[in-house]
């Protein structure tokens, strides 16, 4: 009925001193005084996450954009041509990207049936993308990816989205203004 007691190996010992320890000093991050704050009373802040920093803004306008599109897309590069020919002739039935109350356009969503209120973002990389609020290339953002006043060629930066969607190319339907 008595079972026997096997004692923890050295290194199992070590790795549980180690462990208690760690977890100290973490626990102890941005405290102020005491064991994590190691008693010089001052306060540590964390560093901002990545994306929180202050929001760039994005070298084209929404005014730019704002307008009638023939729309169109492709997966394989060698289909650019035909699909910036495909998205001309969808000019009878635009799709149309309206201004936004709060300066940004007005798009769908991928797989969402209402048009909403989107941002142009910059990025420090230099890209640009339209999305909701929040940092640049967030998972549902997507990247303009080439944008010359009359085509706006765009992709969507989740993979499943971009799987189905491929890159998107909207023609202007009007001529520039």
């Known amino acids: 009925m008595f079972r026997t007691i096997q004692r923890p190996s050295p290194i199992a010992t070590a790795n549980l001193i180690v462990a208690v320890v760690l977890s100290g000093f973490l626990g102890g991050c941005g405290t102020t005084g005491g064991f994590g704050g190691f008693g010089g009373g001052s306060t540590q802040t964390a560093a901002p996450e990545p994306g929180t920093g202050p929001e760039i803004p994005s070298t084209i306008r929404a005014d730019e954009i704002v307008g009638r599109w023939g729309l169109a897309a492709y997966h394989k590069p060698e289909d650019r041509a035909r699909t910036e020919a495909a998205a001309k002739g969808q000019c009878k039935q635009p799709y149309v990207i309206g201004q936004g109350t709060t300066g940004g356009v ?60 491929g890159t998107m190319v909207y023609v202007r339907c009007a001529p520039r203004a």
């Not at 420090?124 to 060629?153: C, T």
């Open 106 to 165: 007005i798009m769908h969503l991928p797989d969402e049936a209402t048009p909403q209120e989107l941002r142009l973002k910059g990025s420090q990389s230099g890209k640009n993308y339209i999305g909701p609020a929040g940092p640049a290339g967030g998972e549902k953002d997507r990247e303009i990816v080439s944008f010359d006043g009359r085509v706006l060629q765009t992709r969507f930066i989740d993979p499943d989205a971009n799987s189905r969607y």
